[in-house]
């Protein structure tokens, strides 16, 4: 069997991002405020595994599982990606969510991104049929195909009906867990995108795209998750994409407070850095 090929490493130091033992659990409802993921302890995997008929021994699959996140948290995206895979559908939401962080950070190359969120797409869908109840069985297939889109352009992604993917995903998110503020925040996205490439008519008429409810979702993302330097970062990106330069001023502070913001974990920080750069580029 070939050796898998290392993926270029988290460039920050992981120290802070120190979440062994029983620190995980303590730190949890803070880390995932923004995804509503189930802290995976053995009851909770469990009913995965019935949800899923799979014979599988959940006190197993739970302590991988948060080994997973656990490394996904230090920046060992990696190794985050590998032991989701490695657990099937139960593993799905942590290897997506990892593959996608390192893929739009840290992956250079074009053919490489998507070659990464096609192998995301697969694993998503499969785990959105096995696991419908869940809301980030969802969220994560349109996460998935939403960095596809992107990759392939908005524009051969609405052609391919792709935006209809990502939109039922993101309502059965939202349907299942409410206060979901990256959903929130993709769905946002999902009507500035549409509107900046084809327009707020045809935007409208065809896909139900709407600059109103784009901004909406953005802002209750920020209600939600206040200190998510994501969810400053992608209002400052929906603005931009709904009414370009208008709305320069705006975007720009976005971006200044995800930047300020303390990261909880190496993806915050990805985020945290990525906002600084959006600054001192401008």
Same mark, same amino acid.
């Given at each position: 069997?070939?050796?898998?090929?290392?993926?270029?490493?988290?460039?920050?130091?992981?120290?802070?991002?120190?979440?062994?033992?029983?620190?995980?659990?303590?730190?949890?409802?803070?880390?995932? &405020?923004?995804?509503?993921?189930?802290?995976?302890?053995?009851?909770? @995997?469990?009913?995965?595994?019935?949800?899923?008929?799979?014979? @599988? $021994?959940?006190? $197993?699959?739970?302590?991988?599982?948060?080994?997973?996140?656990?490394?996904?948290?230090?920046?060992?995206?990696?190794?985050?990606?590998?032991?989701?895979?490695? *657990?099937?559908? *139960?593993?799905?939401?942590?290897?997506?969510?990892?593959?996608?962080?390192?893929?739009?950070?840290?992956?250079?190359?074009?053919?490489?991104?998507?070659? =990464?969120?096609?192998?995301?797409?697969?694993?998503?869908?499969?785990?959105?049929?096995?696991?419908?109840? =869940?809301?980030?069985?969802?969220?994560?297939?349109?996460?998935?195909?939403?960095?596809?889109?992107?990759?392939?352009?908005?524009?051969?992604?609405? +052609?391919?009906?792709?935006?209809?993917? @990502?939109?039922?995903?993101?309502? &059965? +998110?939202?349907?299942?867990?409410?206060?979901?503020?990256?959903?929130? +925040? &993709?769905? /946002?996205?999902?009507?500035?995108?549409?509107?900046?490439? @084809?327009?707020?008519? *045809?935007?409208?008429?065809?896909?139900?795209?709407?600059?109103? +409810?784009?901004?909406?979702?953005?802002?209750?993302?920020?209600?939600?998750?206040? $200190?998510?330097?994501?969810?400053?970062?992608?209002?400052?990106?929906?603005?931009?994409?709904?009414?370009?330069?208008?709305?320069?001023?705006?975007?720009?502070?976005?971006?200044? =407070?995800? /930047?300020? *913001?303390?990261?909880?974990?190496?993806?915050?920080?990805?985020?945290?850095?990525?906002?600084?750069?959006?600054?001192?580029?401008?």
């Amino acid at each position: 069997m070939a050796k898998t090929k290392a993926w270029a490493e988290f460039p920050h130091d992981s120290k802070p991002f120190d979440y062994t033992g029983a620190k995980l659990e303590k730190a949890w409802a803070k880390l995932h &405020a923004g995804d509503c993921e189930p802290f995976p302890d053995d009851a909770d @995997v469990a009913g995965s595994v019935k949800a899923a008929k799979l014979s @599988v $021994d959940a006190a $197993d699959a739970a302590a991988t599982l948060q080994e997973a996140w656990r490394a996904f948290h230090s920046g060992d995206f990696q190794q985050a990606f590998e032991l989701g895979e490695s *657990l099937g559908v *139960l593993g799905a939401s942590v290897a997506v969510k990892a593959g996608g962080i390192h893929g739009s950070h840290l992956l250079d190359s074009d053919a490489a991104k998507l070659k =990464r969120y096609e192998q995301l797409v697969a694993l998503a869908e499969v785990a959105a049929q096995a696991l419908p109840k =869940r809301a980030n069985s969802h969220f994560r297939r349109a996460f998935a195909i939403g960095r596809y889109s992107q990759s392939i352009s908005i524009a051969k992604a609405l +052609t391919q009906g792709l935006a209809g993917k @990502v939109k039922e995903s993101l309502d &059965a +998110t939202l349907k299942l867990a409410p206060k979901h503020a990256e959903a929130h +925040t &993709a769905l /946002g996205l999902y009507h500035a995108e549409i509107i900046n490439k @084809v327009g707020s008519m *045809l935007g409208g008429l065809t896909y139900g795209a709407k600059a109103a +409810t784009g901004e909406k979702h953005l802002a209750t993302a920020i209600e939600l998750t206040p $200190d998510s330097p994501i969810a400053h970062i992608e209002y400052g990106n929906g603005l931009m994409l709904l009414y370009g330069d208008k709305r320069e001023d705006d975007a720009a502070a976005a971006y200044e =407070r995800a /930047g300020k *913001l303390k990261p909880k974990d190496a993806m915050e920080k990805l985020d945290a850095e990525f906002a600084r750069s959006q600054i001192e580029d401008d």
